[in-house]
C-alpha cells in the first residue's frame, strides 16, 4: 500500500475496495476474508466503487462455512476461522469430496494449504474404499517428543549455538543393515493369521535412510517447555509423567517420516488408471500391508533420529552409545540384544509420537467416549467402518489391537522455526460431535502461508545477503516496514503467553534453499490455527515449547 501511495502519488488512499465485487475493506475482519493470491485491490482517495457490487455480509459475520453439504451430499467441515486458508485449497477439498467413490466426510484443519492435486491439511472418511494418492508418498511421517536431561539453562541464549555445534554424524546411513534389521524388528502388530509381530524392514535399499530427517519441512528441534497451564495433565494417560510434559523440560521433537519407501509403495501401488481402490479388493489388501509397514518404519525412524541426537546431547551415556556411527562397522560390531536394550532406552523416553500422513480403519460415526466406560447403559451405538485418509492431519487417539482408540493426552502443534510449538490436548465432546466434525483430527502444523517457489523468491529478496541472519538465534527479525518485532528474542522471560516469541533459535540448515522456503514468514500463524482448533471444540490448548535449536541438514 506504501509502494501505491508513492508510484501512483495517492497523498490520500483513503479507501480500499475488491475488484468485481466492490466490497470495501473497512478493518482486519474484512481483510483476512477477503484476501488472496493474485486478487485486484482498488484503492481511491475518497471516490466510491464503480461497477456492479455484489452484496456484503454483514459485519462481524464468519463467511467460512462450518458445515456445509456438496451437491452429491458429502459434508465438508471448514475449521479456519482466524487462520488464513487459501481458495485453492478448499477447492481442491471439495472438488476430492465430490468426484472421489466412497467418500463420505471431508475435513478442512485450519493448517489447510493446497497440494500438487490434493490439499494438504486435509481429512477424508470413505467408506468401502481405499484412496492412496490422499496420503502421498510420505507414509507414516509424523512426529514425535522425547525428553532430554538438559537442563534450560544449558539451551539458552548462546549456549543454544554451543548445542548446535555439537549436532554432527547425524546424516548418511546408519551403522550396519544387520543392526538396522535388528532396529526394525518386532515393529509391525501380529497379523491375523499369526500371534508374531514382524519386522518392518523394507530392504537394503530403503533401510539405508532409517535414522535420517530428510529434506522439505522434516526436522528435529530441541524446545524448553516454556508454560504448561494449571490442572493440564487432569487427563494424562496410564504412562504417568512419562506422558505428560513439565516447564522447563528440555525435549525433542522429531519431525520426519518414511523417506524414500512410502514413495516406493506408493508408485507401487496407485497407478493413474488405479489410484481408488474398493476395500475389499486384494489390491487394496496388499497396499495396507505395505502401508502398515511404512508406518511403523517411520516410527522407527524417529526413535533412531532420537538415538543419535541424544547420543551427541548426553555424551558418555552407555544407552547411546550405538547413536555414534562406528567410522569402520563390521557384522559383528553390535549384537541384536544391544540394539534392541538401545531402542527400550529411546522408547522411555518418548512422550507421545502420531502420524500424520496415513489411512486409519475405524468405527464410525465417533462415539461418546464415556459410552465404553464401565457403568454406561442404554444399547452400544450403531456404527459401521470407514477409512480415515489423513494427509497432513494428526490422529487424535492411538489405535491398539482388539481395544477402542486411546484418545492421546497432548499432540504437538509446531509453527516454523523460531515460533512456539503449542501443546493440545484433544477433545471429544458433544461441542464437535465426539470427534466427528473433525474427523478425530487435528491439524499437525502451522501449514504453509507461502509456496516454497513464492518463499524462495520473497523471503530471499527480504533477506538479500544475509541468509545467516536467518540461522541465527540472537537474531530479531523485522516487519515489512523494518521495524523490529517485539519478541524475546534470546531473554527467557515469558510474555503473552509466547503470543509475542520472534526468533531465539540458532538453526543447522546447509541448504540455502531450504533456508529461504522454511524461513517463518513462509508460515500460518501457529497461535492462530491453534485458536480454530479450540474454537472449534477439538481440542483445548495446555501449554507451549520453545525451540532453542532446529536441525535441518549438515552437508556430511
Not at 21 to 35: F, P
Not at 249 to 258: D, Y
Request: include cysteine; charged fraction near 20%; proline fraction near 6%.
Amino acid at each position: 500500500m506504501k509502494a501505491a501511495q508513492s508510484k501512483l502519488r495517492l497523498k490520500k488512499a483513503s479507501r480500499v475496495f475488491v475488484a468485481g465485487t466492490g466490497q470495501e475493506l473497512l478493518d482486519e475482519s474484512h481483510w483476512r476474508r477477503s484476501m488472496g493470491d493474485d486478487m485486484v485491490l482498488l484503492v481511491s482517495a475518497g471516490e466510491d466503487y464503480v461497477g456492479t457490487k455484489k452484496e456484503e455480509p454483514p459485519s462481524g459475520e464468519n463467511t467460512t462455512p462450518d458445515l456445509e453439504t456438496l451437491s452429491l451430499g458429502n459434508p465438508v467441515f471448514i475449521m479456519g476461522n482466524k487462520a488464513y486458508i487459501d481458495p485453492l485449497s478448499i477447492t481442491q477439498l471439495e472438488t476430492t469430496a465430490r468426484t472421489l467413490p466412497g467418500i463420505i466426510h471431508a475435513v478442512a484443519q485450519p493448517d489447510l494449504h493446497p497440494g500438487t492435486k490434493f490439499p494438504i491439511g486435509a481429512v477424508f472418511v470413505s467408506e468401502g474404499w481405499i484412496h492412496p494418492p490422499l496420503i502421498g508418498g510420505d507414509i507414516g511421517c509424523g512426529m514425535a517428543w522425547y525428553k532430554t536431561k538438559l537442563s534450560a539453562s544449558q539451551v539458552q541464549g548462546d549456549k543454544g549455538r554451543k548445542v548446535a555445534e555439537k549436532l554432527r554424524g547425524l546424516e548418511g546411513a546408519w551403522r550396519t543393515q544387520t543392526d538396522r534389521e535388528a532396529w526394525l524388528s518386532e515393529a509391525c502388530a501380529p497379523s491375523s493369521t499369526t500371534a508374531e509381530s514382524a519386522s518392518a524392514s523394507a530392504g537394503e535399499e530403503w533401510d539405508a535412510a532409517l535414522g535420517t530427517i530428510g529434506a522439505g519441512n522434516h526436522f528435529a528441534e530441541i524446545q524448553v517447555v516454556e508454560e504448561v497451564l494449571a490442572g493440564a495433565w487432569q487427563h494424562a494417560n496410564q504412562r504417568g509423567p512419562q506422558g505428560m510434559l513439565l516447564e522447563d523440560e528440555v525435549v525433542l521433537l522429531v519431525h520426519s517420516g518414511s523417506r524414500g519407501y512410502g514413495g516406493d509403495i506408493l508408485k507401487r501401488h496407485a497407478a493413474p488408471d488405479r489410484a481408488s481402490m474398493r476395500a475389499s479388493d486384494p489390491r487394496a489388501l496388499a497396499y495396507l500391508a505395505e502401508h502398515d509397514r511404512a508406518c511403523a518404519w517411520a516410527a522407527r525412524n524417529r526413535d533412531l533420529i532420537a538415538l543419535r541426537f541424544l547420543a551427541c546431547l548426553e555424551p558418555g551415556a552407555d544407552a547411546w552409545a550405538l547413536g555414534l556411527n562406528d567410522p569402520h562397522p563390521t557384522p559383528a560390531s553390535s549384537s541384536a540384544a544391544q540394539v534392541r536394550a538401545a531402542l527400550a532406552a529411546v522408547q522411555t523416553r518418548m512422550v507421545v509420537d502420531i502420524c500424520h500422513n496415513s489411512v486409519e480403519r475405524t468405527a464410525w460415526p465417533p462415539a461418546d467416549p464415556s459410552s465404553s466406560t464401565a457403568g454406561a447403559t442404554g444399547p452400544p451405538p450403531t456404527t459401521h467402518d470407514v477409512y480415515i485418509h489423513r494427509k497432513g492431519a494428526a490422529p487424535i487417539a492411538a489405535p491398539r489391537p482388539s481395544t477402542p482408540s486411546l484418545s492421546l493426552p497432548l499432540l504437538p502443534l509446531p509453527g516454523s522455526r523460531g515460533t512456539p510449538t503449542l501443546i493440545l490436548h484433544p477433545l471429544r465432546t458433544p461441542a464437535n460431535a465426539f470427534g466427528l466434525h473433525n474427523a478425530l483430527s487435528l491439524a499437525h502444523g502451522a501449514g504453509r502461508a507461502l509456496s516454497r517457489a513464492k518463499a524462495l523468491a520473497l523471503v530471499a529478496d527480504k533477506y538479500a545477503g544475509r541468509a545467516d541472519d536467518l540461522l541465527r538465534g540472537d537474531f530479531v527479525r523485522m516487519d515489512a516496514w523494518g521495524n523490529k518485532r517485539g519478541g524475546k528474542g534470546g531473554t527467557g522471560s515469558k510474555g503473552q503467553a509466547g503470543r509475542d516469541v520472534s526468533g531465539g533459535t540458532w538453526v543447522v540448515c546447509e541448504d540455502k534453499a531450504l533456508v529461504w522456503e522454511e524461513a517463518p514468514e513462509a508460515y500460518k500463524d501457529v497461535w492462530a490455527v491453534g485458536d480454530d482448533l479450540v474454537e472449534a471444540g477439538a481440542a483445548e490448548r495446555v501449554g507451549w515449547c520453545w525451540g532453542r535449536v532446529s536441525y535441518k541438514v549438515r552437508r556430511e
